[in-house]
């Protein structure tokens, strides 16, 4: 009996209720404890310009920033659970917004190219083109040793390509494959939604990583 | 409070100059000091010495976040000895760590006008610890830069 296909539903089904799980918390953090410290911020400098004793005046200054960084952490969070783009601006805003806390984070530079015009693609294929080229650039950080990488995005009729390069110290893959369930998850995620990932690397001659979705 | 970073002033040439002496001093191979920003919490690394890349200047952590974020935070050392094992989470929660093929760092906080606001790290590409007798020195010379800090500021 072939249980292959009934394989790829579960996995498909675990992936999805894990992103959709994600998804809800980022909401809860920022549209509901994310609002409800907002709140609390204004009241409190409503609270600091009433004041009239000095102390207590700083005291509620000091109050009001902890609040500020604690509004801060609570959007940051929220970002980077489920970034909120994807569902409003689509694959393309989103990984340049996730661009930018890629470069301040790791200080690395990522050229990005879009050649073509964006297609419409469903939230379950977004979300997984984006996981899998956070995952891709997450690993140059982590193991390439490179101040630059690429993505490139090509739109096609029937198909979406995307790109990502860096000139790092690359890898062995057969050997890499087998011991970095992160490469072998990106290429099995592309899978589960019909495409394809193609891990192209060798030491010291960096790595390529080849992404392909058909667009129906 | 406000650091004047975004131009580097002539004032600002003793960080540097510190970063090289710590660095001539001690057995490390990168050395590192990162500040609070001017607007906001985050931190970010502004001036190094046996740096391989210029990564570091284009990093920067939130208050809590990373070593420098935690260091600033808690106000407390921070030893790490062979990176990316025994570490608290996971090893992209270390940046600058990554960014310089660090395997032991010691960072210390630097205080203005007792709170701290910065943080000299030494770093080691080699998993060899850093030194009590070293820790020591890192600790003076974070003593030394908050002084020197505390007097152009």
């Known amino acids: ?216 | 409070m406000e650091f004047n970073l975004d131009s580097k002033s002539k004032e600002e040439q003793p960080f540097k100059k510190a970063c090289e002496y710590v660095l001539d001093e001690m057995n490390g191979d990168f050395v590192g000091l990162a500040l609070q920003n001017r607007k906001g919490p985050d931190i970010s690394w502004h001036y190094a010495a046996g740096n391989r890349n210029d990564k570091y200047k284009r990093i920067t952590v939130r208050y809590g976040k990373g070593i420098a974020g935690r260091v600033i935070s808690t106000g407390t050392p921070m030893k790490i000895e062979g990176f990316p094992n025994n570490i608290h989470g996971k090893a992209l929660d270390y940046p600058i760590m990554l960014a310089e093929n660090l395997r032991c760092a010691f960072a210390v906080p630097i205080q203005f006008k007792g709170v701290p606001k910065g943080v000299l790290l030494v770093g080691k590409r080699t998993v060899q610890p850093i030194s009590e007798s070293d820790q020591h020195k890192i600790l003076d010379a974070a003593k030394k830069l908050e002084k020197e800090l505390n007097s152009l500021i």
């Open chain 1, 1 to 216: 009996m072939n249980t292959q296909p009934l394989k790829n539903n579960i996995s498909s089904y675990i992936i999805q209720t894990h992103e959709e799980e994600i998804k809800r918390i980022a909401m809860e953090l920022h549209e509901g404890v994310g609002q409800s410290l907002s709140s609390l911020f204004s009241g409190m400098q409503l609270i600091e310009t009433a004041i009239e004793q000095p102390a207590m005046r700083i005291y509620a200054g000091d109050m009001k920033q902890l609040l500020e960084k604690a509004i801060q952490e609570i959007r940051l969070l929220a970002v980077e659970l489920h970034p909120p783009t994807l569902t409003t601006f689509g694959l393309i805003s989103a990984i340049k917004s996730y661009m930018k806390i890629y470069t301040s984070t790791y200080g690395i530079e990522v050229e990005m190219e879009n050649l073509g015009i964006e297609s419409q693609i469903s939230d379950r294929d977004s979300i997984t083109l984006f996981r899998v080229c956070q995952e891709a650039l997450v690993n140059i950080a982590r193991y390439a040793d490179t101040t630059k990488a690429s993505i490139l995005f090509k739109w096609e009729k029937s198909m979406l390509l995307i790109m990502i390069k860096d000139s790092g110290k690359g890898f062995e893959v057969e050997a890499a494959m087998n011991k970095l369930s992160g490469l072998a998850a990106m290429c099995e995620r592309m899978h589960l939604i019909g495409g394809n990932c193609t891990i192209f690397s060798k030491e010291d001659h960096g790595t390529s990583i080849e992404i392909s979705l058909p667009l129906y």
